[in-house]
């Protein structure tokens, strides 16, 4: 029997598993594409090894038959010792349950591991602790949307803390093949988009917002020319975290504050009587975008009349009750007495002074962070 004959027989085998793992559905020009770019195909080793129960099954057969694989398809036979250790090294992940273990074992050798950027056995692990998380996380918050174990669980679940990597980062986009063979939207949609659309992407409140004497409403591209002036005085700019702009370079920044964007950048500008009288941002961030930071101008013939303290007060209910944040920080120069006086009128904690780590228009200066929670927002009354 030739080489020839053997390979495709060992192709015609590898075939007809895959087909009884996956069923017969085909494979479009860009489900090819999309595996072409994230897989290589397997070797006659490899296919070898497969037929034997010993890695992996392919992940995908392209559409002209040719057998894919990760990258990394015999990496961890060569980390476990040998590929007759791989699979006593892979159930050891589960010790205090082997039933998981074999049944993730089983999973991982059809090759139906396709979600997963690197297939290993902590990326399983993960991907299912995250999963749970998700879903546990999702139950919450459609009971309500604010609660804050449920915002702390979808952002570590969708993009990860620290050194816990969230689905976002372990999970592959898939391809419509893959909504065939799994019979509805991929994991990704599930738990990475889905969770994102409904929980993770802010949406405003009905403008404009109203206090005793002002009206808080969206930039628009008509404002830069009420702020100009102030934001080219070197003495205005000075405290603040930016460098003085020419008009161009605000009518610009107004431009792109009065884009609502994704939502989680806030710019509001204040009027008094139809005059603009200065601006509040908020900026949603933090995990399960469940923080906010505020931040403040008044125009300089503006200032001294409370106006910045009556917008910030609006802003922070907003962050709390509309947004359900549950801490809305500032951060300043430690020079700033009047934005720090503004954040103690506020109710704000400092709660860092950082001591020489800001560098701001050629020199090192120091600098505070304020912060407010919302349980003590709403024990002083807010
Ligand atoms: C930071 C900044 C917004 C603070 O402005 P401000 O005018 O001090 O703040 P307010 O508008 O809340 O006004 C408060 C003052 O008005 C007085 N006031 C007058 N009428 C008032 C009223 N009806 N209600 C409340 N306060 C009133 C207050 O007593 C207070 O004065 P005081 O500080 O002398 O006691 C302003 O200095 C600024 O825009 N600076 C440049 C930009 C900047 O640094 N931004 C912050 C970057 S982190």
Redesign the pocket.
Known sequence: MGDDTLSDRLASAVHDRYVAVNGDHPMTAADDAYVREHFVPATAEAVRLMLDGLLPLPSYLLSDGTPMVPADHGLLAEVAGGVERLHDWFVAFWPDDPATGEAEWGHYLSGQYVCLEEVSPVRIRQKTERVAEASAAVELLRRDPHDEIGRGMIGEAVDGVLAVPGLDSLLRPMTAYDRLRFGGPTVRETWVDGPRREFLTPVAPVWPLRTERLVLRPFEPGDAAALAEAWADED??S???THTQNPSEVAEMVRRRADPGDGRFVGLVAEHDGEVV?DSILILQGTGLSEGEI??????R?????????A?RAVLRMAFKHYGLRRVV????AR?D??A??CE?LGMRREVHRIGDFWSKGQWTSSYEYALLREEWRAAGG
């Not at 931040?295 to 300089?300: A, D, K, N, R, Y």
């Open positions: 205005y700019a405290l603040l975290l200065g931040g403040w101008t008044v125009l300089p503006h200032a001294g009349r409370g106006y910045a303290t009556e910030a500032a951060n300043l120069d700033n009047r934005s006086a503004l009128r």
